[in-house]
């Protein structure tokens, strides 16, 4: 399975303000994907990035509040824009190396915004 | 759209007896399930699918599950418990998206496992 690494790990950040997130894995992989997490509770998906497409956003998410780029088959970001407390959570990137396989997940980023 | 249940916030059990975390799903067409793991300060692990064929699974940690096409569950089991198994579980099917832009995956509420010792 691939592995996934996520950077930073942890940050806080004043409201305002914007966070990249960088997602990085040790294979090629076609379709990646960005999570939010509330600590203990379940996955919301953000968007889909697929290299060589713009990003597939879900209902309740824009691109103008978490631009994705995804410039090769290993590599994404994530930014929050605009930072509010209610953008305080857990973001998760994950990666699907088949067509209907699982998903493997990265470490997650867990953003506190003040 | 796909859907995902989870009856239980919390299942308690003690270390050694048997252990199941309930799952029921709702999705148009075949269905794509899994089992995911959380452990505390740590991301998500795979623990096993459903994808066709035997209605049993064999998964990580020696975790099974059974897909139950007339009761659309997929009940997570382990024979024995051990207190490692504490954590958070998440049941997770594959659908089409609401747009019918292809897939995604939709994930259940999470079932807090707490093995006593």
């Known amino acids: 399975s691939a592995v996934i690494s996520q950077k930073p790990s942890r940050d806080i950040c004043q409201r305002g303000t914007s966070l990249t997130i960088q997602c990085q894995v040790d294979s090629q992989v076609t379709m990646m994907f960005w999570y939010r997490q509330q600590p203990g509770q379940s996955l919301t998906l953000i968007a889909t990035?697929?290299?060589?497409?713009?990003?597939?956003?879900e209902s309740g998410f824009v691109i103008d509040k978490f631009p994705i780029s995804r410039p090769n088959l290993t590599f994404s970001t994530l930014t929050v824009s605009n930072l509010s407390p209610e953008d305080s959570s857990i973001y998760l990137c994950?990666?699907?190396?088949?067509?209907?396989?699982?998903?493997?997940f990265g470490p997650g980023t867990r953003l506190t915004v003040t | 759209a796909q859907s995902v249940a989870q009856p239980e916030d919390q299942v308690n059990v003690a270390e050694g007896n048997p252990l199941t975390v309930k799952c029921t799903y709702s999705v148009s067409g075949n269905p794509y399930l899994f089992w995911y793991v959380q452990y505390p300060n740590r991301g998500l692990q795979f623990l096993l699918k459903y994808i066709t064929g035997d209605n049993l699974v064999k998964g990580s940690y020696g975790f099974e599950a059974e897909f139950n096409k007339s009761q659309t569950s997929f009940h997570l089991k382990k024979p024995s418990a051990l207190v490692s198994d504490s954590a958070l579980y998440f049941c997770?099917?594959?659908?089409?998206?609401?747009?019918?832009?292809?897939?995604?995956?939709?994930f259940g509420p999470g079932t807090r496992l707490s093995v006593l010792p």
């Open positions: 997770a099917v594959r659908g089409r998206r609401r747009d019918n832009y292809g897939q995604n995956f939709v």
């Open positions: 990035a697929n290299q060589g497409s713009e990003a597939t956003y």
């Open positions: 994950s990666v699907e190396e088949t067509g209907v396989g699982e998903q493997y």
